[in-house]
């Protein structure tokens, strides 16, 4: 039955949850707006030239981005190499193989894991990563790309396995049971059935994921050495190297407002939100297109 | 009933009695939160920032009704706040740039400077590293990336590992100056790219005590046992001198400098007496302590 308050509270509701999802929509704008009258002014400052070099030096006006944009893309793909394969194994064994118990048991403490502090983990890093780095593969210093590719990997896995857990469970379990009941086997059913039928959610998962790898800051700070090194090839991973995040954390604090510098890391901004952005476009574009094959399939 | 009357006086004047005792106590109060107002902001130089907390901790004995708040960040941080008004002292491990004082005195402000003590850069390795002393040329050549292996400068067959703190930190800035381009401010020399900016002393006393490879510097009051510290000479026909409150002193130890604070405006009042007490000889006696040189 319908009375006049549901009616209004209905409308209620339906107004507030409008307005949520429109002053996100604001909220991006006026970031975005933000970094663009902040950050665009170096374009003016800076010769392109000069802002596109392999020496990042602020103080004595070398403004090359190059090395922290490789930077950060090297310990982004190391986290991601690291991360994708175990939280999507983790996620698929939580959801389809463990019994229920050992359900009970991991999937709260994968939720501890994503609640460990970044600060804490690049504790971690210096104190026992770094040196057992440095000790082991023999090289000159533990405070390398692969120490925050490992660590950023490992912050990365809870993310990318409870979305991608969630994914999987939401998977209707008619679809196991007809491919079961085929005479596919269970390994077979997860890998043809299974993990594609989840396969938006589990994109998601990981998109998720490697944009907590670009966007974290401190650990990276913490153990990656920060040395602007331009990276060249695979040996990048074992030697230093200063990401775009800890560029911004660590000298947003000490520029002149309104100086060329201050320009140059909002510019850095606008560059990492656009990765972002990037990111999330290609994810909707991949989880998109699958879901219309399946229609076609289906159909 | 009588009884009862004499109650209500008692009570009455019993009140009364309290009423000027609370009276009493009233004007105390009064006017002591507007002396427990005096509230000093401290910001700055990260070389600096425990002696400012030893003086702040120590000031409260001396005048328990001012409140200081110490903060590191870097020097850079600490005139940059000074410039957007949000500390009444900077703490900076150099000398005010033009720039930063061209911004105060766009705001119709002029920094004042006070030199509050003397700190001498310790250049430090690892325990294990046989190498004992380095001359200026040789500490330059190795940060700027033009010897690259200890046995160049009679060391053990190893990488070196340069570390340094961020461009924020006044020591970044000396140590640029006066040691990789030794005083020369045409040389435009600047750190080799690799390396390694770290965000803290401590991160740098940590990787100097694990890794045998690695170079650092920190200011003498950072510098930990687990650390060895070179002797430096400023060319190589004079001796080596390792850094020491009698070194610094008297001049023999090469990479020394003065450490500053600064206001915004001639100071009064508080902070006035503040600065006045840290260069008594009580607050310059805790420079000592603290492993910095005193300027008296």
């Keep these: 039955m319908i009375t006049k308050r549901n009616v209004f509270s209905e409308k209620l509701i339906t107004r507030l949850i409008q307005l949520a999802g429109y002053l996100s929509i604001l909220f991006i704008t006026l970031i975005l707006l933000f970094l663009l009258r902040e950050g665009v002014p170096t374009l003016k400052e800076v010769n392109f030239s000069s802002l596109f070099g392999s020496r990042w030096y602020p103080i004595e006006s070398y403004f090359g981005i190059w090395p922290l944009l490789l930077g950060s893309i090297t310990v982004t793909i190391g986290a991601g190499i690291i991360a994708v394969p175990l939280g999507m194994g983790t996620a698929v064994f939580i959801s389809e193989i463990a019994p229920s118990w050992v359900k009970e048991v991991l999937k709260p403490m994968v939720e501890i894991l994503a609640g460990i502090p970044s600060v804490v983990l690049g504790f971690v890093g210096i104190l026992v990563l770094a040196p057992f780095l440095r000790v082991s593969l023999n090289l000159p210093t533990g405070l390398t790309a692969l120490a925050g590719a490992l660590l950023l990997g490992w912050a990365a896995i809870p993310t990318i396995v409870s979305v991608a857990e969630d994914a999987l469970n939401s998977v209707p379990p008619s679809y196991r049971e007809a491919s079961l009941a085929l005479g596919v086997s269970h390994w077979q059913t997860i890998w043809g059935v299974t993990v594609p039928a989840a396969r938006s959610g589990i994109i998601t998962a990981v998109m998720l994921g490697v944009g907590r790898v670009i966007g974290e800051t401190m650990t990276v700070m913490m153990v ?76 | 009933m009588k009884k009862a009357l004499y109650g209500l006086l008692l009570v009455l004047l019993l009140s009364l009695l309290g009423c000027s005792a609370n009276a009493a106590t009233i004007t105390p109060d009064q006017t002591q939160p507007s002396s427990s107002s005096a509230y000093i902001e401290n ?29 590191g960040g870097g020097s850079g941080t600490g005139l940059a706040a000074l410039n957007n008004g949000t500390v009444d002292i900077a703490n900076a491990s150099r000398t005010i740039k033009p720039e930063e004082e061209a911004l105060l005195e766009e705001q119709g402000y002029k920094a004042i400077q006070f030199t509050i003590a003397r700190d001498a850069i310790a250049v430090i390795v690892n325990p294990n590293n046989p190498v ?107 001796p080596y001198v390792k850094p020491s409150v009698a070194t610094v002193t008297d001049g023999s130890y090469a990479i020394s400098r003065d450490l500053y604070m600064y206001t915004r405006q001639e100071p009064a009042g508080e902070i006035k007496n503040y600065l006045d007490w840290i260069l008594s000889p009580e607050a310059q006696q805790i420079v000592s302590e603290m492993g910095f040189v005193p300027v008296q």
Excluded: C
Aim: aromatic share 8%; proline share 5%; hydrophobic share 40%.
């Design chain 2, 43 to 71: 910001k700055g130089s990260d070389t600096i920032v425990n002696l400012a907390l030893a003086w702040a901790e120590r000031y409260q004995q001396v005048r328990p009704d001012v409140r200081i708040s110490v903060t």
């Design chain 2, 132 to 238: 004992q002393q380095l001359t200026l040329q040789q500490i330059s050549q190795i940060y700027k990336g033009e010897i690259n292996n200890w046995q160049e400068v009679g060391g053990e067959d190893r990488p070196i590992v340069r570390l340094s703190r961020e461009t924020n930190s006044g020591t970044h800035v000396y140590f640029l100056e006066e040691v990789i381009r030794l005083g020369n401010s045409d040389d435009k020399s600047i750190f080799s790219a690799d390396t390694l900016l770290l965000p803290s002393s401590e991160g740098i006393i940590a990787e100097v005590r694990d890794n045998p490879n690695a170079i650092g510097y920190d200011g003498l009051g950072y510098v930990t046992p687990e650390v060895k510290v070179l002797g430096i000479a400023p060319d190589p026909t004079s």
């Design chain 1, 224 to 299: 990656t050495g920060n040395a602007p090194v331009l990276p060249k090839g695979f040996s990048a991973f074992w030697a230093p190297i200063r990401t775009m995040t800890a560029t911004i954390a660590s000298e947003m604090g000490e520029v002149a407002n309104g100086s060329t510098h201050y320009h140059v890391l909002f510019l850095i901004g606008l560059v990492l939100f656009l990765f972002s952005l990037a990111i999330n476009v290609v994810a909707f574009i991949v989880s998109t297109r699958r879901i219309k094959r399946q229609e076609r399939l289906l159909s």
